[in-house]
């Protein structure tokens, strides 16, 4: 979408060269020109890009299975006081999991949780780490990492966690679904006020904004005004059960898709009701061990 103040600023040049001959303001008649050329190409390249998104999308939910979703989105049910499902994705960062992640978790205001923790090829004390966390609520798994590898540091940051987050996905049986990078920190309030807000507005999608570390370490907010590329990140969205059926992709590397947006085009597809919580609520850190951070969800 165009950018408001720009608008703003065609609609005052154009007022000017109402009122005044164009003639005598030939640099605001070209300004006006370049402006409104500007716009329309940006127009363009986003009806373009949503035209591409559509049938990808299109391609991978054939007819009949995007009709089975919508059969079981109507007689899905959401309890009372609905239960929660976190899902972590994990791979050797016991320390991150425990200090950072999970106490933020257990610290939620909202009580009624399951935490599902799925350890990809962890070779660490992952497991006596958690089990140290002494919380009922808390389940573990492991899978080992399977091939292909992915040589490379691009591609592997493309689908890390698609696996897991698959795995947690099926093991979940909360009203809601969300996810928490293992090295992230979700804010105390944060499920209470999604489940509010989930509920009030019958939304099957909730996403929300975000503070994003910097490589100089301060906190950047990233505002997610639109639901696009660039604004969303895998912690920071929240869903209705249904929308477990939908598959993370292990290989949206291909379309050189990030996994977090690859699987919410598809959501936006399935014509879902998406709504943005206008709070940020989340602590996105800035990758350290890692040739390639998360960069691509904070443009």
């Known amino acids: 979408m165009p950018n408001p103040s720009r608008l703003e600023r065609l609609r005052q040049v154009l007022r000017r060269l109402r009122r005044l001959a ?9 300004l006006a020109l370049r402006v409104y050329a500007d716009l329309a190409a940006q ?11 559509l049938l990808k999308s299109k391609i991978e939910i054939p007819a009949a299975d995007w009709q089975e979703l919508q059969e079981i989105r109507r007689s899905t049910i959401t309890s ?3 239960l929660v499902s976190v899902c972590v994705a994990t791979h050797n960062r016991a320390r991150l999991l425990t200090e950072r992640c999970l106490p933020s978790i257990l610290k939620q205001t909202y009580h009624n949780l399951e935490i599902i923790v799925v350890g990809e090829d962890c070779s660490d004390d992952t497991a006596t ?19 292909p590898h992915l040589d490379e540091p691009e591609r592997r940051w493309m689908v890390a966690g698609s696996r897991p987050n698959n795995v947690a996905q099926a093991l979940a049986i909360g009203d809601y679904i969300t996810f928490l ?23 099957d999608f909730v996403y929300h ?10 906190w950047d907010l990233i505002p997610a005004n639109m639901l696009k590329l660039g604004q969303v990140t895998t912690s920071s969205i929240f869903y209705r059960r249904w929308l477990k059926h939908l598959q993370w992709d292990v290989d949206s590397h291909l379309l ?18 998406c709504v943005r919580y206008p709070e940020p609520l989340l ?11 998360r960069s691509a969800d904070l443009t």
């Open 209 to 218: 904004p975000f503070w994003a570390e910097s490589p100089t370490g301060e």
């Open 283 to 293: 602590r996105h850190y800035r990758e350290r061990n890692q040739s390639y951070t």
């Open 22 to 30: 164009v003639g005598r303001l030939p640099d605001e008649y070209l």
């Open 43 to 53: 127009h363009a390249i986003v009806g373009l890009l949503r035209q591409i998104d």
């Open 181 to 203: 990078d293992d090295d992230d920190e979700h804010l105390p309030e944060r499920i209470e006020q999604l489940v509010g807000f989930a509920v009030k507005e019958n939304a």
């Open 80 to 82: 009372e006081r609905p």
């Open 256 to 273: 050189g898709e990030p996994n977090d947006w690859n699987y919410i085009r598809r959501v936006i597809y399935l014509g879902a009701k």
């Open 129 to 147: 780490a958690v089990a140290n966390l002494r919380d009922e609520r808390i389940r573990l798994h492991f899978i080992e990492r399977q091939p």
